[in-house]
């Protein structure tokens, strides 16, 4: 009988965490170590897809590897995560009123092949006051996430609509995902 491979998250992400746990699978985490850094002339979906294949492969594990890198893209710019509070208070305004897309880029691989997808969520974020960015800003929730807000956490009511998938903005596209896995 044929040992079932040991399966891996390449992240330091909690949400992702929770959200795979959500599947029912056994895992490990292995925080990977990657520069962020998009080169030039590369596109969002490039740049997303680029680093979770670097992020899974930059873990050593015997076993099936699940990495990914989601980002916020506004009028095709890249917002990461805020260096600060002023940062994620420029990048609410940014969004305020606003559509803008998300994509995790993800990556699934074992010691025979490895597969590399992305998914695009479209978000519209409705008219935002001063007083609620700079109240959402105070709670801390902001500094970490790409885009400088949660929808699954703080910023749900700031979220008008989504076209597609919720768990990719939350940043781990389980539809799809798992897809990826069966095949492994």
């Known amino acids: 009988m044929k040992k ?10 909690p949400r992702r965490r929770e959200l795979l746990a959500t599947l029912g699978m056994d895992f490990k985490i292995l925080v990977p170590n990657v520069d962020e850094t998009a080169l030039a002339d590369e596109t969002p979906r490039a740049f997303a897809e680029r680093m979770a294949k670097e ?18 893209v506004h009028a095709d710019s890249i917002l990461g995560k805020p260096a600060d509070a002023p940062h994620a208070k420029e990048m609410l305004e940014l969004l305020s009123g606003s559509e803008h ?8 691989k074992n010691v025979e092949h490895s597969v590399v997808f992305s998914v695009t969520t479209q978000v ?3 008219s935002l006051e001063e007083a609620e960015i700079e ?17 699954q956490g703080g ?5 008008r609509s989504i076209s ?4 990719n903005v939350v940043g781990l596209p389980l539809c799809e995902l798992h897809e990826a896995l069966v095949s492994f």
Request: aromatic fraction near 8%; proline fraction near 3%.
């Open 124 to 126: 519209v974020f409705r």
């Open 101 to 108: 897309k998300v994509i995790t880029g993800v990556c699934v």
């Open 155 to 159: 910023a749900a009511h700031m979220v």
């Open 55 to 72: 992020k899974a492969y930059a873990v050593q594990a015997d076993g099936v590897v699940i990495a990914a890198d989601t980002i916020v």
């Open 4 to 13: 079932k491979a040991p399966l891996i998250l390449a992240s330091a992400s």
């Open 164 to 167: 597609g998938s919720y768990t």
């Open 135 to 151: 109240a959402y800003i105070s709670t801390g929730d902001p500094l970490d996430k790409a885009g400088a807000y949660a929808i």
